[in-house]
């Protein structure tokens, strides 16, 4: 095991250092690494890079190194941040309990205001965001989605090689049918009103899983309500760094939502960006209770219907299926039983658990498509570990998960709350 370079005292960073006054990775969360290493072993980066500046305790030294006088932000330390996927991965791992997905999301924002960038990856990743985030300008560009995978052989460049093999065929039906904005539930029991994220990938091009998600809850006793906007929560541009952007979509989610009794959530990036809302906002004066409020409210959909007894009936769905631990919900938002415990439950249906659950398989947010390579050998390894389950289907519960594995493993993957939805309505996939 190599080690880390020691850390020292650590000073609250002055004007003439690499991080700005805004929002700066803090120093009483750097010191809290011990360097212990149980956190490579979990990195997908260092597993692929083997740089230990590739590592969580590696990019805690550069995130120390920033605070210094007379520092700035120079390419290796951009090269080594942006290699990093923000999986949490090394979040579960710690012993010492370090809040990496904390320091990793105050560094990101400095990288994008004061890194040494150039115009055409600002450019890049700009437009990736006025793209994939805007649910209307992918409904637009999604009739076309199907000559991507064709188009992406002949494409010599890697990032647009990428963009287009992941683009997943759509259904025209499915993007002509919206969501009811409510929908009532016939269910004995009833549990109230809940709020649906309908999200921007999500709705256009899994807009199948967001109908099966509003079905099984209301067949499970709630209201559910779809509100059409906001288009986007700010998941990707918190993950990626662009803060601004970022904060102004939660504060337009938290408007719109925040009166619903509870506010679920079928995307493990979405969900884990609207539980945070609370410390993104926490120092600001109009918005930071109002933050905590509502971060407070958010629930993953398997974590809402596992907080009660199904009333639903289960009809038999025999199959046997992997599950993928989605990294924004197995180690963000540390939700692992809840899922697995909902597909136990369908009758018929053999779980199956794969190998190195805990490595990503490099989606990433916005990953595979900044960083091709790594993230194709992330993929070929978690595909080879769900494909040697024996499984005839995959499980996994967020749109970019489903994308990615689906380039290198040719299985149907479903998210859970469409299995789910098939054995309450005694259907077959």
């Given at each position: 095991?190599?080690?880390?370079?020691?850390?020292?005292?650590?000073?609250?960073?002055?004007p003439?250092?690499a991080?700005?006054?805004?929002?700066?990775?803090?120093?009483?969360l750097?010191?809290?690494c011990?360097?212990?290493?149980?956190?490579?072993?979990?990195?997908?980066?260092?597993?692929?890079?083997?740089?230990?500046?590739?590592s969580?305790?590696?990019r805690?030294?550069?995130?120390?190194?920033?605070?210094?006088?007379?520092?700035?932000?120079?390419?290796?330390?951009?090269t080594h941040?942006?290699?990093?996927?923000?999986?949490?991965?090394?979040?579960?791992?710690?012993?010492?309990?370090?809040?990496?997905?904390k320091?990793?999301?105050?560094?990101?924002?400095?990288?994008e205001?004061?890194?040494?960038?150039s115009r055409?990856?600002?450019?890049?990743?700009?437009a990736?965001?006025?793209?994939?985030?805007?649910?209307?300008?992918?409904?637009?560009?999604?009739?076309?989605?199907?000559?991507?995978?064709?188009?992406?052989?002949?494409?010599?460049?890697?990032?647009?090689?990428?963009?287009?093999?992941?683009?997943?065929?759509?259904k025209?039906?499915?993007?002509?049918?919206?969501?009811?904005?409510v929908?009532?539930t016939?269910?004995?029991?009833?549990?109230g009103?809940?709020?649906?994220?309908?999200?921007?990938?999500?709705?256009?091009?899994?807009?199948?899983?967001?109908?099966?998600?509003?079905?099984?809850?209301?067949?499970?006793?709630?209201e559910?309500?779809?509100?059409?906007?906001?288009?986007?929560?700010?998941?990707?541009?918190?993950?990626?760094g662009?803060?601004?952007?970022?904060?102004?979509?939660?504060?337009r989610?938290?408007?719109t939502?925040?009166?619903?009794?509870?506010?679920?959530?079928?995307?493990?990036?979405?969900?884990?960006?609207?539980?945070?809302y609370?410390?993104?906002l926490?120092d600001?004066?109009e918005w930071?209770?109002r933050?905590?409020?509502?971060?407070?409210?958010?629930?993953?959909?398997?974590?809402?219907?596992s907080?009660?007894?199904?009333?639903?009936?289960?009809?038999?769905l025999?199959m046997?299926?992997?599950?993928?631990?989605?990294?924004?919900?197995?180690?963000a938002?540390?939700?692992?039983?809840?899922?697995?415990?909902?597909?136990?439950?369908?009758?018929?249906?053999?779980?199956?658990?794969?190998?190195?659950?805990?490595?990503?398989?490099?989606?990433?947010?916005?990953?595979n498509?900044?960083?091709?390579?790594?993230?194709?050998e992330?993929g070929?390894?978690?595909?080879?570990?769900?494909?040697?389950?024996?499984?005839?289907?995959?499980?996994?519960?967020?749109?970019?998960?489903?994308?990615?594995?689906?380039?290198h493993?040719?299985?149907?993957?479903?998210h859970?709350m469409?299995?789910?939805?098939?054995?309450?309505?005694?259907?077959?996939?």
């Amino acid at each position: 095991m190599s080690s880390a370079p020691e850390l020292g005292s650590i000073p609250h960073a002055p004007p003439s250092a690499a991080w700005d006054k805004q929002h700066p990775p803090e120093p009483d969360l750097i010191k809290d690494c011990v360097h212990c290493g149980f956190c490579l072993p979990t990195c997908p980066s260092y597993a692929v890079f083997e740089d230990e500046m590739d590592s969580p305790r590696g990019r805690i030294v550069l995130m120390r190194v920033g605070h210094e006088p007379g520092t700035e932000i120079s390419e290796a330390m951009v090269t080594h941040f942006d290699r990093c996927l923000g999986c949490m991965a090394c979040v579960t791992a710690c012993p010492s309990g370090v809040q990496y997905d904390k320091l990793i999301e105050r560094t990101r924002p400095q990288l994008e205001r004061n890194g040494p960038r150039s115009r055409r990856e600002h450019l890049y990743r700009r437009a990736i965001f006025e793209v994939m985030t805007h649910p209307g300008r992918l409904r637009a560009l999604a009739p076309g989605a199907a000559l991507g995978p064709k188009l992406a052989p002949l494409v010599p460049v890697p990032r647009l090689k990428t963009l287009l093999s992941l683009a997943p065929p759509v259904k025209p039906k499915s993007l002509l049918r919206p969501l009811p904005k409510v929908r009532a539930t016939r269910a004995p029991s009833k549990r109230g009103r809940v709020a649906f994220m309908q999200g921007c990938v999500q709705r256009v091009f899994f807009g199948d899983v967001n109908a099966a998600t509003v079905r099984v809850l209301a067949a499970e006793g709630w209201e559910v309500h779809s509100p059409r906007s906001p288009r986007c929560c700010g998941a990707l541009q918190l993950h990626a760094g662009f803060e601004d952007e970022a904060l102004g979509l939660a504060k337009r989610t938290i408007a719109t939502y925040e009166a619903y009794e509870a506010i679920a959530v079928n995307v493990a990036g979405c969900g884990s960006a609207m539980k945070d809302y609370g410390h993104l906002l926490g120092d600001d004066p109009e918005w930071g209770e109002r933050a905590r409020a509502f971060s407070a409210k958010v629930r993953d959909v398997h974590e809402l219907l596992s907080e009660h007894e199904p009333q639903a009936v289960r009809h038999e769905l025999p199959m046997r299926v992997a599950y993928h631990d989605a990294c924004h919900l197995a180690h963000a938002q540390g939700v692992r039983k809840p899922p697995r415990e909902l597909l136990r439950a369908i009758p018929g249906l053999e779980l199956l658990e794969p190998a190195d659950w805990e490595l990503c398989c490099g989606s990433a947010g916005i990953y595979n498509l900044l960083q091709p390579q790594a993230a194709a050998e992330l993929g070929r390894r978690k595909a080879a570990n769900l494909l040697a389950t024996g499984a005839e289907a995959i499980a996994a519960a967020n749109p970019g998960c489903s994308l990615q594995i689906a380039q290198h493993l040719d299985l149907p993957i479903f998210h859970p709350m469409t299995l789910l939805d098939l054995s309450l309505r005694g259907a077959r996939p």
